[in-house]
């Protein structure tokens, strides 16, 4: 915890909206949010933010909005968004927000398993999945509130239930009114991005996230009121924690960065002191990186090599819990001072000191590359339904490769067919049934079957393997972790996803995608034009072919692929192929590929 921060009791007997007094009272006047109006950043305190909060609560009863019930939101990292979930928790309304990129199917499942009666949505785009709920007599969708007031229609707009909360807020019943939530209160309900079948809701409480927000805070010494660029979508764990719990905890400064593609250009102008990015964030960054370093003259690139070798030996006697050598000591810092902070500002990351990753398996190669410029990505692990963090890598003791170790509090253990559970104060009171009950899902001792397969070491690291429900079994009765094979052959720069299939045949086949920005500075360095489609350029085939065949080199026998398929057009949650946590909809792209992948085991 920083030490600036005091508790206003312990972290399991308190809520949100006291933390967020607390920030009133004790930092007022110290920035909470921050976003893009126009070229310039608007800027909110904590005093500022808490009234804003308490102003919407009073136009959000005067709504109708009732204590414990459930609220829909689909907007983006705005910040109606983060204040309008603050504001519902004041009022002990469960805050709930969708994917933007959810279908009006699951939008519809949405409504009617939460029972959500209102619903605040950002304009045009998000109508046309909301509006016929409304005439829908089987949905219990009474009224929507839309932020962009032109195009509102006939619905209410949050600008008119601002003014009326402007009017109507009365600072002693606002304050009455949020010393009635309990910490076993629900603080959310998150609606798991749904890799297979309906999302299912998990109902998380006050003391589920602050207990385990201040374990993990616990982990680290970040600065005083330390900055975040909040980007990733707040229907997922990883943001709603990062974005706006762990803010509120630490009276942290939010940067709302409302279009993920702007991210990088945020990054270079802020300069962040932590990052967090899923995997194929950190990916998408490296390949970036290896592109330009791509076309620079040999020479320099000789020199960023013999940098990058001597972070990783730095790195490496962090990591073995070793005071490097003198020289070391000296040459990687003559490296950092001349040659890699350098780099890293064009980039705005020369300030990083706490780099993080989750919600799947970082690639050792993704993880050693960044180590080259002496960035250790501490990749974490954890579930929506363990209120995010369970295990984690610290400055202080990381194993590349690994999650980590367990948050105090938190049991880990592997039980007899490698699957992982856990068990403590943050796992979830259980899921969310369309009646407003809970379905618990712990066993009679209280330890949550978290459905990934993995192990521990001897000194407590835990070591993923895959999802259990992913692991592949050939017809020989082998068992194949997908993501281990995957992650191999995308060590490969031309290689930026892949797909491997075989359950129940007797070999290995995949789908791989050309990197979208590594193939062209790949191609350029050797002087080959790939215009058109580079999947079917002779030069980019082969280079691939020698690709897996390096893989296959270090698979054992039954994790190799013995035919694959190259396409060129790169798999997003726009298309369906990723959950908007950007990990693999697996069973949409083998419906999608169906008849390729069937081709592939054709003679």
Known sequence: MTTILRLPGDPADITLPALLLRNAEDHGG???????????WSTLTWREARRKVG???????????????????MMGNRPEHWLTDLALVHLGAVPVTVYGTSAPEQVAHIVRHSRAR?????????????????????????????????????????????????????????????????????????????TTGDPKGVRLTHRNVLVGGVALDGVVDFPDHVGHICYLPFAHIAERLLGIYLPVLRAAHVYLCADPAHVAATARELHPF???????????????????????PEERRRAIEAANETARAHVACRERGEEP???????????????????????GFDRLEWTASASAPMPLDVSRFWAGFGLVIMDAWGLTETSGVVTTNSPDAFRLGSVGR??????????????????????????????????????????????????????????????????????????????????????????????????????????????REMTPAWAAARGIDVEGDPATHEEVRAEVARAVEAANARLNRTEQIKRYRLLTEEWGPETGELTPSLKLRRRVIRDKYMQVIDGLYTP
């Open 30 to 40: 110290l920035p909470a949010l921050s976003w893009r109006a126009g070229e310039e």
């Open 55 to 73: 102003v919407l609560a009073a136009g959000y009863a005067a709504l109708g909005v009732e204590r414990g019930e459930h609220v829909l939101m």
């Open 118 to 194: 209102f619903a605040i949505v950002e304009g045009a785009r998000e109508l046309p999945r909301w509006e016929p709920l409304l005439a829908d007599g089987t949905a219990p969708l009474e009224r929507l509130v839309v932020v962009e007031a032109a195009e509102a229609g006939e619905h209410r707009t949050y600008g008119s239930l601002h003014a009326t909360g402007s009017r109507l807020f009365d600072p002693d019943a606002f304050e009455k009114g949020w010393r009635e939530n309990r910490p076993t209160d629900a603080l959310t309900v998150v609606y798991t991005s749904g």
């Open 274 to 296: 932590q990052f967090f990015g899923v995997p194929r964030v950190w990916e998408k960054l490296a390949a970036s990186v290896r592109a330009a370093l791509a076309g620079l």
């Open 325 to 347: 050598s003198e020289a070391l000591r000296s040459a990687y810092e003559e490296a950092k001072r001349d040659v890699l902070d350098p780099l890293l500002a064009l980039a």
């Open 406 to 515: 367990p948050l105090e509090g938190l049991d880990v253990r592997i039980a007899e067919d490698g699957e992982i559970l856990v068990r403590g104060a943050t796992v979830f009171d259980g899921y969310l049934r369309p009646d407003g009950g809970l379905d618990d899902a712990r066993d009679a001792d209280g330890w949550f079957a978290t459905g990934d397969i993995g192990r521990l070491d001897e000194d407590g690291y835990l070591w993923l393997t895959d999802r259990k429900k992913e692991m592949i079994v050939t017809s020989t009765g082998k068992n194949v972790s997908p993501a281990l094979v995957e992650n191999t052959l995308k060590e490969h720069p031309l290689i930026g996803q892949a797909l491997v299939h075989g359950d129940g045949r007797s070999y290995l086949v995949a789908l791989l995608v050309l990197d």
